[in-house]
């Protein structure tokens, strides 16, 4: 790979989304030198808001030297916003024609043996990887939203993808400020989307079936065991529920019956009704707040979280 890791200064974002603009966002705060394409036209503004949004929550998280919102460029086409790149993150919508074609544009336009990522949700990149002259180069760098906040990636290549390539981007993600899983193996959805999706998946059926409302399900996990997971996963949080007996006792005493709620590993038909019940739902839990107001709330609980367990760089727990 050309440039050493930690010496990358120029990175380029495709897509500039959601995911795409916080990818934008945190590079900006880190220091380097943005690039940005994303065909929408109303794109350039969209992620204008987005980054001046969130740069109060970065600058106090604390900016690295010399990072400004105004290192950040917007490319008219796909081929100049590669042409210099140092690194690329791709944060297109989760389509896998669209993937596989666009993988391939980004391949073509890229220097040479430079680092290109997919912040693909659950797509192995063996299945995206497909159509791209230099595959080798091509893995998935999965964010979780916002990726200037939360510090997850992770990382994993495809069956073509070269090992230097996998190891380049997970120092590269580090060097950038991110916690990385570098996976040996692909899975779809990797490892905490799997976990996510499943706690989702229950969440429908219980709106589905008028057993819990949207805002009981949020509470039962912000009030509840959501307040541990910021800190210690759901394993170990489990194997203090076995007292000093451990996981060991805990499987031993409520192995039988942990099978109890595992009725409906199948997701419910996401049908119109269910959606309808879904919007409305969180309608009436965000109660009158915007989503711009949500986004700011969130992020400043993400920022308390890391601060109150001494996770923001220099900062140690009270
Ligand atoms: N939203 C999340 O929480 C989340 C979390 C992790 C990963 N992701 C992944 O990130 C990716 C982007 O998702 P998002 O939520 O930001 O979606 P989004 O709809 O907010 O943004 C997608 C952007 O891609 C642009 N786009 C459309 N066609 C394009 C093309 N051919 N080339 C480049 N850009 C194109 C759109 O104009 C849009 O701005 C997806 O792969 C998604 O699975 C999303």
């Known amino acids: 790979m050309n440039t050493p890791p930690s010496d990358v ?39 204008r808001r987005l980054v001046d949004a969130a740069w109060p929550s970065l600058t106090r998280l604390g900016l690295a030297e010399g990072a400004s919102p105004d290192r950040l460029r917007f490319a008219a086409t796909l081929e100049e916003a590669c042409a210099e790149a140092q690194f690329v993150q791709e944060s297109a919508p989760e389509k896998l024609e669209l993937k596989r074609g ?33 595959p080798e180069r091509l893995l998935v760098g999965h964010p979780f939203n916002p990726p200037y906040l939360i510090p997850l990636v992770e990382v994993v290549g495809g069956e073509r993808t070269d090992r230097s390539a996998v190891e380049w981007a997970s120092r590269f993600y580090e060097a950038a400020g991110k916690s990385v899983i570098t996976m040996e193996r692909e899975l779809p959805g990797f490892i905490a989307n799997r976990l996510q999706e499943a706690l989702w998946r229950e969440a429908l059926h219980m709106v589905a079936n008028g057993e819990a409302t949207v805002q009981e399900i949020d509470d039962s996990i912000t009030e509840g065991p959501g307040l541990r997971w910021a800190f210690m996963g759901p394993c170990l949080t489990f194997a203090l529920a076995g007292g000093e007996g451990g996981m060991g006792h805990m499987l031993d005493h409520f192995g039988p019956s942990l ?3 595992w009725t409906r590993l199948e997701a419910p038909e996401l049908d119109r009704a269910l959606r309808d019940a879904m919007v409305a739902g969180c309608e009436e839990a965000a109660a009158g707040r915007s989503i711009a107001d949500l986004v700011a709330e969130r992020d400043r609980g993400v920022i308390d979280v890391l601060r109150a367990t001494g996770r923001l760089p220099g900062e140690a727990s009270a």
Do not use: N
């Not at 603009?21 to 992620?47: I, M, N, Q, S």
């Not at 391939?104 to 299945?127: F, N, Q």
């Open 259 to 261: 099978k109890s709620p």
């Open 102 to 134: 666009l993988l391939a544009e980004l391949d073509a336009a890229t220097p040479e043996g430079v680092v290109i990522a997919s912040s693909t949700s659950g797509y192995p990149m063996t299945d995206m990887q497909t159509e791209a002259a230099h």
């Open 9 to 47: 200064s120029r990175v380029t974002c495709v897509g500039a989304g959601v995911i795409g603009g916080g990818w934008v966002a945190h590079f900006l705060a880190r220091g380097y030198d943005v690039t940005a394409w994303d065909p929408a036209p109303d794109a350039p503004e969209k992620l």
